[in-house]
C-alpha cells in the first residue's frame, strides 16, 4: 500500500471516529442531565466529521458514501445556522389604547 493510500485511510478512519465521537458527546449530556439533550458539540463534531468523512468519499469515488454525507453535512450545517441566528425579542401583546376621561 503506498504512502498516499495510508494516508487517506488516515482521513478516512479520523473522519469517522469524529463523526462516531459525536454519540458519545450526546450520550455524556443526556446522563449529566437525567434526560435526552443534543449539545451543540453534537453538531459541530457531526458537521466537521461528514465534511472529513465526505472528502474521504470523494477520493474513494464512492456516489453511497458522498451522497449520505453531503445531505447530512447540509443538515448539520442547517442545524447550526438555527442555533446560532439572532434571537428575537418576543412580540408583546398589543394592548387597547388608553381610554381619555375628557
Same mark, same amino acid.
Given at each position: !500500500?503506498?504512502?498516499? *493510500?495510508?494516508?487517506? =485511510?488516515?482521513?478516512?478512519?479520523?473522519?469517522?471516529?469524529?463523526?462516531? !465521537?459525536?454519540?458519545?458527546?450526546?450520550? =455524556?449530556?443526556? *446522563?449529566? #442531565?437525567?434526560?435526552?439533550?443534543?449539545? &451543540?458539540?453534537?453538531? /459541530? !463534531?457531526?458537521?466537521?466529521?461528514?465534511? &472529513?468523512?465526505?472528502? /474521504?468519499?470523494? /477520493?474513494?469515488?464512492?456516489?453511497?458514501? &458522498?451522497?449520505?454525507?453531503?445531505?447530512?453535512?447540509?443538515? /448539520?450545517?442547517?442545524? =447550526? !445556522? =438555527?442555533?446560532?441566528?439572532?434571537?428575537?425579542?418576543?412580540?408583546? *401583546? #398589543?394592548?387597547?389604547?388608553?381610554?381619555?376621561?375628557?
Amino acid at each position: !500500500m503506498s504512502t498516499t *493510500e495510508i494516508t487517506w =485511510l488516515g482521513i478516512g478512519f479520523f473522519g469517522q471516529g469524529l463523526f462516531f !465521537m459525536r454519540w458519545v458527546v450526546q450520550w =455524556l449530556a443526556s *446522563e449529566r #442531565s437525567a434526560q435526552s439533550r443534543v449539545p &451543540i458539540a453534537f453538531w /459541530y !463534531m457531526s458537521l466537521i466529521g461528514g465534511l &472529513i468523512t465526505l472528502t /474521504y468519499a470523494i /477520493y474513494r469515488r464512492d456516489p453511497v458514501f &458522498i451522497a449520505g454525507q453531503s445531505v447530512g453535512s447540509f443538515v /448539520y450545517f442547517r442545524n =447550526l !445556522m =438555527l442555533i446560532h441566528r439572532p434571537s428575537r425579542p418576543p412580540v408583546a *401583546e #398589543s394592548a387597547p389604547p388608553p381610554v381619555s376621561k375628557t
